[in-house]
């Protein structure tokens, strides 16, 4: 084997066979299968971290199934992590897989982690004051990617291009490897970056936009289908189209240079040297498969000397590497992988479809769609077939490809519609496939007993967003909350709690469940807190508790450790919650952590969790609050006396939840409390919207009569009282959803609000208005439909209780027994009473009423 490699027998070959992919390539991936299998190599090196040469073995297993990813990550900073994706369709999984299905070694020789991951760190204290595109929405402790090169070879991270959440360009944009701005801009079609003046660096390139460019397409994706995936494998010579590859990357190199990405050379330098070692080891019959940009370097042998000092004085750090289970859509470039392909659903489809892969793929859809309840006929199919086919003639195309079976989706099957479409996209163009890593793949201790937990639960890690409703009474459901109690608390966001629409009781829970692969970055970074979940959840607990300073910050995290039934942990919690408690002087401070304290009661009933201390706790702390609020809530200004309300809001509902559950000693808690809701209401130096809402706290609550609240409000809204004073307190009193339905309810109160509001001077009334706007823009539709027809027939006078008339549609004093018998007919019909034996008319007529 010679130059791009002759046939194997040729006995005039003398170099390595370099096979240049496009990662993540069906079309690839078919090449170099059939590569193989002609030439037949002693060894296939792969470009990739060569500290996953001991994991090989594993993709032989039987429950490794694609799409998996290799997981770099610090030992001693394990949130600094790198992922190398593979799907099935992946050229270098199938090197991977021929390799050990016939006996032959296979090693990976791209720059090794324990630099990457260095050079990361290095860069990213280097620029400290420059944020990379996509960080701001990047978790603490996640790594940007590596490398994101752009040329057809390098669409995975084998070139240490890592995954990371958002923001990372695509291949066919311009960036650079940690895609800081300013590095390159853009030169307008040419397929190119150019970098910036002073960056330092050459030419970038996006080979597949140059090459799209020169055959005249403007898309590169369309391009590459036409020439690779609509095309075979080489006929009578399979290793023809890495020739062919290889003849225009050597020319695009040749043009723009190395590419003007800096890692491009030391990783060229080393792969070298692999490949150097590997011909000692085996001869020539050796197969190198890796990003077609690459292979021009690596056909050009420099000196042994010169690739060495491009190696030397690299910075490293101790590495650890695994399988993890990937998913399609992370696979996805709309997911923030930088080499991300547009559609691995599709491209998963065209390697795995023996023959006629239109039809195949539009029968999935109609299936999709039948199973969203659509009407799709065989057809449909049909005639979606036949339109594919027209419009790659049309275009000019060799086959159908995603775009004509999209065009042909949407006119056929979606009636021209989007919608449906959209979830074609997402279900199928896309996909949702998880991998499958097996039992014997590396693992940090946590990761074994989170997954020996998974199992015994039953809680089955899945790629697609779906909700879990759980009744804490079972045993098992009480188990689940606690998993993903724990794990919440540890930072691991497999789940997030949401609201429960069956039930608003404590022993229910919904969760909603989506996994991620970063999932197990998170679990290796919180290996360092244990080596089980409780034990893990419980040291967090401690030293999350040891290290806030905020009162409301512990009685948050001591309401997690019930909801996550931590023992352990809660002592110490429980201390740091006092202690804080007894130093903290700041009513607010207290006035936020008691709402959150009197939750976590709640919890002892269902849980059976003892909360004698954290009992103590609360009514300590409800004690001062009672004390401390009146005086903190005089002299506030607006936005302080909007705070103060919610924090009076927020302690009253937690009154009532600690009265609840109190003992018949402590009952008197409630009373007290009215005793300092009367005391707000009554003192004039207390800000109008804290008033207001006291006074109307105590109306709610029994505790004052409608007659004893009209008159209060009627000095509250007297002439005397300031115009902007006036409008806080009417928000205070009025304001929130219900307070509507009072105005409804109570035409004396609204009849006051009437008569202050049209008494506002006019030179005043401006100040007042955005105040009001706010207040009652709060109520619903229907409470502001009612209140406007109520206010429309108006008061009788200033300061008179409003009138309602007998003649008003709708709104007469009593009931109007016609109209109430006109809807019996339709009563008898909907209750399915038809003739004798039915329902007493009478009785019906009462229903109507």
Known sequence: MTGVDRLPGDSAGQGPLLLGVRHHG???????????????????????????????????????????????????????????????????????????????????????????????????????????????????????????????????????????REGMPGDAECGTADGMPGDAVSVPGSGACRSAPGSGDALRVDPLAVLAEAAGYDDPERWWEDVVEHRGVGGEDPLAPFAV???????????????????????????????????????????????????????????VSADRALLKGLAKV?????????????????????????????????????????????????????????????????????????????????????????????????????????????????????GEVPASAPAVPLQRDLARLQKRLRLKPEPLERELELDLRKDTDAGRSRLLHRLRLLGIGWGEPTLSRGSTGTFRETWRLCWDPEVAVRVAEAGVWGTTVLAAATARAEADAIATRAL????????????????????????VLADQAALDTDVGHLAEALPALVRSLRYGDVRGTDTRALAEVAAGLAERVFVGLPPACAALDAQAAEEMRRHVDAVHGAVGLLAEGAPPAEGGIRGRWRSVLRTLSGRDTVAGVIRGRAMRLLLDGGELAQDEAARLMGLALSQGTAPADAAAWIEGFVGGGAGGMLLVHDERLLGLVDAWL?????????????????????????VRRTLGELIRRGPGAPGSTVVVGADAFGFAPGLDAGRADAVVPVVRLLLGLEGPGGRDEDDLVGVAR
Do not use: N
């Open 26 to 164: 069906p079309g690839s991936a078919r090449a170099v299968r059939a590569a193989l299998e002609a030439a037949r190599p002693r060894a296939v090196l792969i470009e990739g971290p060569p500290e996953a040469d001991a994991l090989i073995p594993l993709a032989a297993d039987e429950e490794m199934r694609p799409p998996v990813a290799l997981l770099a990550h610090a030992v001693d900073e394990p949130g600094r992590s790198a992922f190398w994706p593979l799907a099935e369709f992946s050229p270098e999984w199938v090197a991977l897989r021929w390799a050990l299905e016939h006996g032959v070694p296979a090693r990976f020789i791209d720059l090794p982690a324990t630099h990457t991951l260095a050079w990361d760190k290095e860069e990213a204290e280097a620029t400290p004051a420059m944020e990379k595109p996509g960080d701001a929405g990047r978790e603490a402790g996640e790594e940007a990617p590596a490398d994101a090169e752009r040329e057809p070879g390098d669409r995975m991270p084998g070139d240490a291009e890592l995954d990371a």
């Open 245 to 303: 590859l290889e003849e225009a990357m050597a020319a695009l190199r040749e043009e723009y240079g190395t590419g003007g990405h800096r890692r491009d050379p030391v990783r060229e330098a080393y792969m070298r040297l692999q490949v150097r070692a590997s011909l000692k080891e085996f001869g020539p019959r050796v197969a190198v498969v890796c990003g077609a940009w690459h292979v021009p370097a690596l056909r050009r042998m420099t000196a």
């Open 318 to 434: 101790r590495t650890d590497m695994t399988w993890v289970p990937w998913t399609h859509r992370r696979l996805s470039r709309a997911g923030g992988y930088g080499a991300g392909i547009e559609s691995p659903g599709w491209y998963a489809h065209l390697f795995a479809a023996p023959d006629r892969p239109v039809e195949r793929w539009l029968t999935k859809v109609a299936g999709l769609l039948r199973e969203e309840d659509r009407i799709v006929s065989s057809a449909h199919v049909i005639e979606a077939v036949r339109l594919a086919g027209t419009l790659a003639a049309l275009r000019g195309r060799p086959l159908p490809g995603l775009s004509e079976t999209i065009d042909a989706v949407r006119a056929v099957m979606c009636e021209g519609s989007d919608v449906p479409l959209a979830l074609v996209h997402d279900r199928l163009v896309v996909g949702d496939v998880l």
């Open 552 to 575: 409301a910050e512990v009685t948050a995290l001591a309401e997690r450790c019930l909801l996550a039934e931590l023992p352990d942990a809660l002592p110490l919690v429980m201390r």
């Open 758 to 782: 049209t008494g506002v001077p006019a030179d005043a009334f401006t100040g007042v208005l955005p105040l009001l706007r706010r207040t009652f823009s709060a109520y619903e539709p229907g």
